[in-house]
């Protein structure tokens, strides 16, 4: 659930660099390109569209699993690139993508398991 979060929110600042980037086409404040105004319209809507979607999600994530862990998945990454530089060869690609890889899968995992521990309590009270 995370990384779909992360990943929309990569989308909606994708989408809003677009619309600056678009905005800025014409240096002056009016024109009679109806096409460019089309494009700027779609753009908005797409970005409005993501935006609720990110916003329905993080609701349904507070909701089912409350308070969740804090995950360490960026923070192996992190200081994998680290010793990477550092001391080439230290760590191989294999290694690296295996310890991401099962990073991620035992974070789903504690996700569920919370999930369902969650909703166990509530049925419970």
């Known amino acids: ?8 929110e990569q989308i909606i600042t994708m989408y809003k660099l677009n619309l600056e980037r ?4 014409y240096d002056y404040p009016f024109t009679n390109n109806t096409a460019h105004y089309y494009q700027l319209m779609m753009i908005q809507k797409s970005l409005e569209a993501w935006t609720s979607c990110l916003e329905k999600l993080k609701k349904y994530k507070k909701d089912r699993w409350g308070p969740i862990e804090p995950r360490k998945s960026k923070e192996f990454e992190k200081r994998i690139k680290l010793e990477k530089e550092g001391v080439p060869g230290f760590i191989t690609p294999r290694t690296i993508e295996a310890m991401l890889v099962y990073t991620k899968q035992l974070e789903s995992r504690i996700e569920q398991v919370e999930g369902e521990l969650l909703s ?6």
């Not at 678009?22 to 086409?25: A, F, H, T």
């Open 1 to 8: 659930m995370g990384e779909l979060i992360e990943e929309i």
């Open 22 to 25: 678009q905005k800025k086409y």
């Open 120 to 125: 166990f309590q509530r049925a419970q009270q």
